[in-house]
C-alpha cells in the first residue's frame, strides 16, 4: 500500500494498491522532487470518472509503468472534486498548452509546481494519434534532463499567461441581456435541443436565463427553445428512464447516449431547470422529470441523516463502460411479460441509442409516445401508460439486482449547498414536505460538520473557498424562505461579510476562486464549469441579501462585480448563461415582505414566484398581507394569492 491509503478521498484511497509510490498533493512530495532534482508527474481525476479508470487500468497498475513513474519523477494523485482550486488552475494551464481538458489531467510539473508540459488520457501504446503513455514518460523525462532550463522557461511564461489581466469595467445595460439572448439562440439546436453539437452539456445557467426570459410570453423564442431543450433532454438517453436524475453530459447532439455518471451539481441544477419549466408552462411531464431527479438524489446520493453525496460512477468496471445502465434485447425480453414487451419495447428502444463499443446494448430512451403505441395496439392511452408503468418498474428491479456503480459520500459544502437549495426551490412549487424537512436536516449537519468554530471547510480538513462559501448561503437564503426562521436568514448575513473579506477584489471587483494563491496565482471567472459560476450566484445573493436587509453595502458590490464581467461575459454566450441571469436580476428582481405565516397560502403563493421570476422574500409580523416592490416602487398590500402572482407579474 503506498501513501494513499490513509486518504479520505475514495477516489485516491482507490488507486493506494498500486505500485506507484504515490504522494497525495503535498509539500512532502515537491521538497522530494526538489531533493531528488525530479519533475512532477501529477494525475487530477475522480472516482466518478470512466477514462480515469480506463488509465489506471492500463498504465498505473502495470508493473513496467509503474517502474519508469518511481524511476522517473515523483508521483501525485488528486481528487479534483475534493481540491477543485487546484484541479481547475491545472486545467486551465493543460488547455493553454493546446492539449485540451478534461479528466484524467495529466501534468507535468517542476519542482516549484509549474507546469510545463501535459494532456489528458494516454493509452499505455500509441494509438489512433495519442502517445503510448511510456513513450511520453521517457521522452518528458529526457527533455526535462536535458533541456532543463528550456522547461522552467516554458512553465515560467505559462504562469505568466494564465494570471488575469484586469479587465475595465463597463456599463451595464439592459440591451446585453437582449445580444445575449441572440447569441444564444444563434447556438441553439432546433431538431434536437440543447446548443452547439455533441458532446452536450445541459447548460442549466443558460436555460434559467431563457426561462425567466420567457415569462409572460415576453420572449417567446427564448421560450421555444428551453421548452425545447427540457422536453429533448427528457426523452434521451441522458435521463435514465429508470432511475431518474441525469447523466453527466450526452455524447451525441440527441442526448441519446450519455457519459453514464451521475453527479450532484448537474442535477441540482437541472432539479431547478425543471421546477421552473413546469412552472412557466404548466407541463406535468417537466413536472415528472423534477420528480425523477428528487427520487434518485434521495435514494441514491443522500444520507437518511441529512446531507447529499457526491457523486455516482459511470461504471462498474472500466471494460463495461454505462454496463449498470444499459440493456442487450435478451435481458429486455427476459424482464417483461409478453404484453409488457409489446408496449415497450416501441417506447424505449430506439435503434440510434446503442453503445459504441458494443451495439448490442442499448441505451434505454423514449421512443414512441404512450398515444402512437395506444393507436398501433388498438389499446386505450389509460392502458398503455399503466403497462409502461408496471414494465419500467420490473426492468428497474431487474436492473438494482446488478452490481451497483460505486457512490462517492464525501460531504462538500459546495455540492450541499447546490442541492439543498434546489430540494427548497421544488418544496416552494411542489410542497412536498419531504423536501423542506430533509432539506433543513440536510443544511444542519453541513453546518454542524463544515462550519467549525466560525470556519468553513470545503471537506474534512480542506478550507473552504469561494463555491463553498456562495453555495452554503444559497442554501441558508433558500431555508429562511421556505420556513421563516431568522437564524438562517443571520448565518447568511454572516457568511456574506466573511465571503467579501476573504474573496472580493476590492481594486477590481469580483470575487477570487479562493482566499490566497494557489502556486502563486488567484483565478477570477464568470463562466459556468458546467454548474452556474459563483461569481454569478454570488451577485444575485448579494441582491436577495441587500433587500431583505437594506445593507446598500451588498448593492454596490453586485453592481461592481456586474460591471467587472460585463464585457467578458458577453464572449462566452451560452457559458456565462448564469451571469446573464443576474444582470437580469440587477433590473427586475422583486421583494416580497410576507406579513404572514410561512404555511399560509399567501407565503406558498410568494414562494412560488420564485420559479417564474426573481424574487427576495422578507417575513414580517402576521398581517396577512404581502407588499410586492421593485427596487424603487412598491404596490398596495396584497391579501388574495391569485392577485399576488397576476399583481408581480406585472411589475
Known amino acids: 500500500m503506498n501513501k494513499l491509503a490513509t486518504e479520505n ?15 497525495p498533493w503535498s509539500e512532502e512530495a515537491f521538497d522530494r522532487a526538489r531533493t531528488e ?3 512532477v508527474f501529477l494525475s487530477t481525476g475522480a472516482v466518478w470518472c470512466h477514462w480515469c479508470h480506463v488509465m489506471a487500468k492500463e498504465s498505473f497498475e502495470d508493473i513496467e509503468t509503474a517502474g519508469l513513474m518511481n524511476a522517473l519523477f515523483i508521483n501525485i494523485k488528486l481528487d479534483r472534486d475534493e481540491r ?28 516549484d509546481k509549474h507546469p510545463f508540459f501535459g494532456g489528458t488520457y494516454f493509452p499505455p501504446e500509441d494509438l489512433q494519434g495519442r502517445p503510448g503513455f511510456k513513450k511520453v514518460l521517457s521522452v518528458v523525462s529526457k527533455y526535462y534532463k536535458t533541456k532543463r532550463g528550456e522547461a522552467w522557461s516554458y512553465a515560467a511564461s505559462l504562469m505568466e499567461a494564465l494570471r488575469q489581466r484586469v479587465n475595465a469595467p463597463e456599463t451595464i445595460t439592459q440591451e446585453l441581456l437582449d445580444e445575449a439572448e441572440q447569441h444564444m439562440l444563434a447556438s441553439f439546436d432546433g431538431e434536437n435541443g440543447g446548443f452547439g453539437t455533441a458532446p452536450k452539456f445541459p447548460a442549466s445557467g443558460a436555460l434559467e436565463f431563457l426561462l425567466r426570459r420567457s415569462v409572460n410570453n415576453s420572449k417567446p423564442a427564448a421560450g421555444n427553445a428551453a421548452r425545447i431543450t427540457l422536453e429533448a433532454m427528457a426523452r434521451g438517453g441522458f435521463y435514465d428512464q429508470l432511475g431518474g436524475g441525469f447523466h453527466r453530459y450526452s ?29 412557466i408552462f404548466d407541463d406535468m411531464r417537466f413536472r415528472e422529470i423534477a420528480q425523477g431527479i428528487i427520487t434518485f438524489t434521495t435514494e441514491v446520493l443522500s444520507d437518511p441523516r441529512g446531507g447529499f453525496y457526491a457523486s455516482q460512477d459511470a461504471d462498474v468496471t472500466p471494460d463495461d463502460e454505462g454496463g449498470y445502465f444499459t440493456w442487450t434485447h435478451e435481458e429486455f425480453r427476459n424482464a417483461l411479460s409478453k404484453e409488457e414487451l409489446a408496449v415497450l419495447s416501441p417506447h424505449l428502444l430506439n435503434n440510434r441509442a446503442v453503445m459504441h463499443h458494443d451495439r448490442e446494448k442499448n441505451v434505454l430512451s423514449l421512443a414512441l409516445r404512450p398515444e402512437k403505441i395506444a393507436e398501433d395496439l388498438a389499446k386505450t392511452v389509460e392502458e398503455v401508460r399503466s403497462i409502461i408503468k408496471k414494465g419500467k418498474t420490473k426492468l428497474l428491479g431487474v436492473r438494482k439486482k446488478r452490481q451497483t456503480p460505486f457512490v462517492d459520500q464525501a460531504l462538500y459544502t459546495s455540492l450541499n449547498g447546490m442541492l439543498i437549495a434546489s430540494y427548497f426551490h421544488a418544496f416552494a412549487v411542489l410542497g412536498d414536505e419531504h423536501l423542506r424537512i430533509f432539506g433543513v436536516r440536510s443544511l444542519e449537519r453541513v453546518l454542524q460538520e463544515r462550519f467549525i468554530q466560525g470556519k468553513l471547510f470545503h471537506t474534512d480538513g480542506v478550507d473552504a473557498v469561494l463555491e463553498d462559501y456562495v ?11 421556505a420556513t421563516a426562521v431568522q437564524r438562517f436568514l443571520s448565518l ?23 482566499e490566497g494563491d494557489v502556486i502563486g496565482i488567484r483565478l477570477k471567472r464568470i463562466e459556468d464549469i458546467p454548474h452556474p459560476s459563483a461569481n454569478a450566484v454570488a451577485i444575485v445573493l448579494l441582491l436577495k441579501l441587500f433587500l431583505m436587509m437594506g445593507k446598500e453595502t451588498y448593492q454596490r458590490k453586485a453592481q461592481q462585480t456586474l460591471e467587472t464581467f460585463a464585457g467578458m461575459a458577453q464572449q462566452m454566450s451560452i457559458h456565462a448563461g448564469a451571469y446573464f441571469c443576474a444582470l437580469d436580476a440587477w433590473f427586475r428582481m422583486i421583494k416580497l415582505t410576507v406579513e404572514a405565516a410561512s404555511d399560509s397560502d399567501l407565503a406558498r403563493s410568494a414562494r412560488a414566484l420564485t420559479a417564474t421570476m426573481y424574487v427576495s422574500i422578507v417575513y414580517g409580523d402576521d398581517n396577512d398581507r404581502v407588499i410586492p416592490c421593485t427596487q424603487h416602487t412598491c404596490l398596495e398590500p396584497i391579501n388574495d394569492p391569485v392577485r399576488l402572482k397576476d399583481a408581480c407579474l406585472k411589475l
Not at 493 to 501: A, I, V
Request: charged fraction near 20%; hydrophobic fraction near 45%.
Open 492 to 514: 447568511a448575513d454572516g457568511l456574506m461579510s466573511t465571503c467579501l473579506e476573504k474573496f472580493y477584489d476590492a481594486a477590481a471587483g469580483g470575487f477570487f476562486d479562493t
Open 251 to 279: 455524447t451525441d447532439k440527441a442526448w441519446l447516449v450519455p457519459h453514464f455518471e451521475k453527479m450532484a451539481d448537474d442535477n441540482a441544477g437541472l432539479l431547478q431547470n425543471y421546477i421552473d419549466g413546469c412552472m
Open 471 to 481: 453555495y452554503l448561503i444559497k442554501a441558508l437564503i433558500a431555508a429562511y424562505e
Open 9 to 23: 478521498s475514495a477516489y485516491l484511497r482507490h488507486a493506494a494498491h498500486q505500485a506507484i509510490d504515490w504522494y
Open 84 to 111: 477543485p482550486e487546484i484541479d481547475r488552475l491545472y486545467q486551465q494551464a493543460v488547455a493553454a498548452m493546446g492539449a485540451g481538458g478534461g479528466w484524467p489531467l495529466s501534468v507535468f510539473l517542476t519542482p
Open 37 to 39: 532534482d525530479k519533475p
